[in-house]
């Protein structure tokens, strides 16, 4: 079984930054895909960014050159992580780990198979 768990929500002024973290545990084959998704109340969940097992990254157009997807490898613990700078009222969401053991998915949240329960992000203009 796979478990992902976030943190580093919280709420920040406009033009701030976050850190988002997931941690997951449990067994994932050698080739994977991680991303980072969001969903607004009343809208449908959207890829942010993705990162494969090979490091190659994909993101949504409203996020480029302002997030950044990164993560760790470190003995039995898998990380993966979201810095967002420049932040703005429409990045406001709940953000969501997800995973899956395919490697190279998209950005469509149908694909993953594994997710969090999801960290808030406020931003406040």
């Known amino acids: 079984q796979v478990r992902l768990v976030e943190s580093g929500g919280g709420s920040v002024q406009a033009g701030g930054s976050l850190r988002l973290s997931c941690t997951v545990s449990g067994y994932m084959y050698r080739t994977y895909s991680m991303g980072w998704f969001r969903q607004a109340p009343g809208k449908e969940r959207e890829g942010v960014a993705r990162i494969d097992s090979d490091d190659t990254t994909a993101y949504a157009d409203s996020v480029k050159g302002r997030f950044t997807i990164s993560k760790e490898n470190a003995k039995d613990t898998l990380s993966l992580h979201l810095r967002m700078n420049s932040l703005k009222p429409e990045d406001t969401a709940m953000y969501y780990c997800?995973?899956?053991?395919?490697?190279?998915?998209?950005?469509?949240?149908?694909?993953?198979?594994?997710w969090g329960q999801g960290t808030q992000v406020t931003v406040s203009p």
């Open positions: 997800a995973a899956d053991r395919a490697p190279y998915l998209g950005l469509s949240f149908w694909e993953y198979s594994y």
